[in-house]
């Protein structure tokens, strides 16, 4: 095989490893989309709306950036448990302990008064394909969080 390899100069592939990872390793469950679909996870069989899907029924986000990352959690949901607990402890150490909860909704209304998508904006600007008005968005939505 290696051979083989090395006739395309593709020897080195096998020194990678450090790349591949046991699928026991996994940290989340890989859906297909068959599975998505008859459970209702982004849209409804119905009328094929996200009306009445796991998703809509989870959503409240203020964000752009959060729904993805909502969209993403939903649709690959952790398989170890104490990955699972941790998150729920995030959770619940926000919402129930008072002074917290105070400063989360605080920032709940401060993020939800912005109209720039950060995340994606932040990504477009590491790899240098932000336009001008766009940076002039960000620098006024991070001078408003500031």
């Given at each position: 095989?290696?051979?083989?390899?090395?006739?395309?100069?593709?020897?080195?592939?096998?020194n990678l490893t450090k790349?591949?990872?046991?699928?026991?390793?996994?940290?989340?469950?890989?859906?297909?989309?068959?599975?998505?679909?008859?459970?209702?996870?982004?849209?409804?069989?119905?009328?094929?709306?996200?009306?009445?899907?796991?998703?809509?029924?989870?959503?409240?986000?203020?964000?752009?950036?959060?729904?993805?990352?909502?969209?993403?959690?939903?649709?690959?949901?952790?398989?170890?448990?104490?990955?699972?607990?941790?998150?729920?402890?995030?959770?619940?150490?926000?919402?129930?302990?008072?002074?917290?909860?105070?400063?989360?909704?605080?920032?709940?209304?401060?993020?939800?008064?912005?109209?720039?998508?950060?995340?994606?904006?932040?990504?477009?600007?590491?790899?240098?394909?932000?336009?001008?008005?766009?940076?002039?968005?960000?620098?006024?939505?991070?001078?408003?969080?500031?």
């Amino acid at each position: 095989m290696i051979n083989h390899m090395a006739e395309y100069g593709l020897e080195y592939v096998f020194n990678l490893t450090k790349y591949f990872q046991p699928f026991s390793a996994r940290s989340h469950m890989l859906l297909n989309g068959n599975t998505l679909t008859s459970l209702e996870i982004y849209q409804n069989q119905t009328d094929h709306t996200t009306r009445g899907s796991l998703f809509w029924t989870l959503d409240r986000t203020r964000t752009k950036f959060g729904a993805r990352l909502l969209r993403k959690w939903v649709g690959r949901p952790l398989l170890n448990r104490s990955d699972i607990e941790a998150r729920l402890a995030a959770v619940e150490e926000l919402l129930l302990e008072t002074d917290r909860a105070i400063h989360v909704e605080k920032l709940r209304s401060v993020m939800s008064r912005l109209r720039t998508d950060l995340e994606k904006s932040l990504i477009r600007i590491y790899y240098g394909k932000c336009t001008r008005p766009e940076l002039l968005n960000v620098l006024q939505a991070l001078q408003y969080l500031a």
